[in-house]
């Protein structure tokens, strides 16, 4: 199908959204009406002349979350025969289509990712192919491709694969495509700067370090850089700035450093840097030499047309750096695909992720909206609306029914309608449902408040103080609890440690607090929490949750630093790397 036929498809869908969402439930029951879990809720589901319709299908199937179905994934996972040749023996979990593997999910807060079952569906392969194939077809329509400069600098990491007791492979729903290709070196590398062998390896800082290497080598070929979280490219760049020298004395002399020992990747490496380039190098040197870091993507990538990343929901923060590294080099934001189903597209691909709306895919998955209110910090209930019944400018949590066995299933996302596109409603991400009613502030609560806190850091103290990443726990075990948020600060071991214990940075901590969000101030000033802890971290501990999340098996390319964490073990990991606490 051509680019044209491709949007075309997509601006059609989404003129009648009620009636595409009518057949996608439809077809979505009438080929899983015999599985279990439905069958649980739906007695007569099996009964093909009973027709089951929306209002009667959200009456009997409940609301669901990822615990609903943990049982039935993990007999799936240990290979329990549960299948038969029968598409409607009622012996089938949760699809009737025969399991290929499991995904990660991206969600870090526990750092222990949940199992996705991937099912070899045809309904649903058709379904999410309009969504990749026109996210594909909207790219190329800002971006037409040019045959002279061809290749993308890719921050990606299919590594990680895990096997589950049934045998069955567990990855990131962004690794199978480089797993599952019949040729991949043909078909999906040939665009990339950096071979296959290190997009396959094991070591996540020695792969960033070859991604980098190999997109030097190919300065001038480089059309566009790509990576699947704004995180990712933030850290490549902490890379570039500390290793800079070791990367211009590898393309020198045409081989990376000894410290990249994995045979394999080496060698590939060795290929791609074609011998000696001392010409090169010193072009590259000159221009790190001048320690100019504003824009410096596009200095060294002088033919790079758009950096695409998801920079909506926790990614936001990392937009300004972004923005500073790309200079003039336009960044192209991402789609509202979960590893459940794809949700919505990004038609508008260069907008800011403030100003990102994503447009709503009727033939994905069947969708319901669960109201949610921002001041209890909690939905309202648990009745939902379809399409019809959502009001521009109100906040949802999205509930789900795929082809892929969730049936009502809370996403755990935070949107907030902000229009619609012909019939489809216009998403803006706000952030992670939280957990619980418990809990005291929200993603959004603590970004905004970090945000203004680096400012009246750098007004109060007189120092060019940058945050480098931050996260937050509730210490119930304080009486009464006590929030706790734990930052780490650029070069913060260079910081004298009496400018750590000045009272003007006990001022900004008074600043942080009043910025919290209106359930924090509520509670504090009813004496419910007690005040605010801030405690200063060793440079690297957030690298240290990245090796953890990584040995725990969330993927490296979907590894989101946590905001709200709600494992003790990790709030114990960052503990013991605390300089001060104020």
Avoid at 119 to 147: C, E, N, Y
């Amino acid at each position: 199908m051509t680019d044209d036929a491709l949007l075309k498809q997509l601006e059609e869908s989404t003129k009648d959204f009620s009636r595409h969402q009518a057949e996608t439930l439809r077809s979505i029951l009438q080929h899983q009406r015999g599985v279990r879990y439905l069958q649980r809720h739906l007695p007569d589901a099996g009964d093909h002349n009973l027709p089951i319709d929306a209002a009667t299908f959200r009456r009997s199937v409940p609301l669901s979350c990822y615990d609903d179905y943990a049982d039935y994934i993990n007999q799936l996972a240990d290979g329990d025969k549960c299948t038969s040749d029968d598409d409607h023996d009622p012996r089938h979990l949760l699809s009737v289509d025969p399991l290929v593997c499991f995904f990660y999910s991206s969600g870090t807060s526990s750092m222990k990712p949940k199992l996705i079952p991937y099912f070899d569906s045809t309904l649903s392969k058709g379904a999410s192919h309009i969504a990749h194939q026109g996210s594909a077809a909207v790219l190329r329509k800002f971006f037409p491709p040019r045959p002279e400069v061809n290749k993308r600098l890719v921050f990606i990491y299919a590594d990680g694969i895990t096997t589950t007791k049934g045998g069955f492979k567990v990855m990131a729903a962004s690794s199978f495509p480089l797993h599952s290709s019949s040729n991949p070196n043909r078909s999906l590398f040939m665009s990339l700067s950096s071979p296959m062998e290190v997009i396959l390896g094991s070591n996540v800082e020695h792969q960033m370090y070859c991604h980098l290497l190999c997109g030097l080598r190919n300065s001038d070929s480089i059309d566009a850089i790509h990576v699947p979280y704004a995180i990712g490219l933030i850290k490549a760049m902490r890379v570039l700035e500390s290793k800079w020298k070791q990367l211009c004395d590898d393309i020198e002399k045409g081989f990376p450093c000894s410290v990249i020992n994995d045979v394999r990747m080496r060698d590939s490496v060795v290929e791609v840097l074609g011998g000696p380039q001392p010409d090169l190098s010193n072009r590259i040197r000159l221009i790190f030499e001048k320690k100019d870091w504003g824009g410096i993507l596009n200095k060294l990538w002088p033919n790079v047309r758009y950096i695409r990343s998801v920079t909506t929901g926790s990614m936001k923060q990392y937009y300004s750096k972004l923005k500073y590294y790309a200079g003039e080099v336009p960044l192209v934001g991402g789609d509202y695909f979960a590893s459940e189903c794809c949700v919505a597209i990004n038609l508008d691909i260069k907008q800011p992720p403030d100003l990102t709306r994503f447009v709503m895919l009727p033939t994905a998955a069947y969708f319901e909206f669960l109201p949610f209110d921002l001041a209890e910090n909690n939905v309202v209930g648990e009745e939902t609306v379809d399409v019809c019944g959502v009001e521009v400018g109100k906040m949802y949590e999205v509930v789900v029914t795929t082809y892929r066995g969730f049936y009502r299933y809370r996403l755990g996302d935070i949107v907030r309608v902000a229009g619609f596109y012909n019939s489809s409603p216009l998403l803006e991400f706000v952030m992670r449902a939280p957990k619980t009613s418990y809990e005291i502030v929200t993603e959004g609560d603590l970004m905004a408040a970090m945000e203004n806190f680096q400012l009246v850091l750098r007004n109060t103290m007189g120092m060019a103080i940058e945050i480098v990443e931050f996260t937050s726990s509730v210490d119930f075990g304080s009486s009464p609890k006590r929030l706790k948020i734990f930052i780490e600060v650029k070069d913060c071991d260079m910081i004298l440690q009496d400018k750590l214990q000045e009272p003007n940075l006990r001022k900004c901590c008074s600043d942080l607090e009043d910025s919290l969000g209106s359930i924090y101030k509520v509670q504090r000033n009813k004496g419910e929490i007690s005040p605010l802890s801030l405690s200063v971290l060793k440079c690297g501990s957030f690298d240290r949750l990245l090796k953890l999340a990584i040995e725990n098996g969330t993927p490296a390319s979907q590894y989101k630093p946590p905001k709200i964490i709600r494992n003790p073990s990790i709030v114990d990991v960052l503990e013991e790397n605390v300089i001060v606490t104020i």
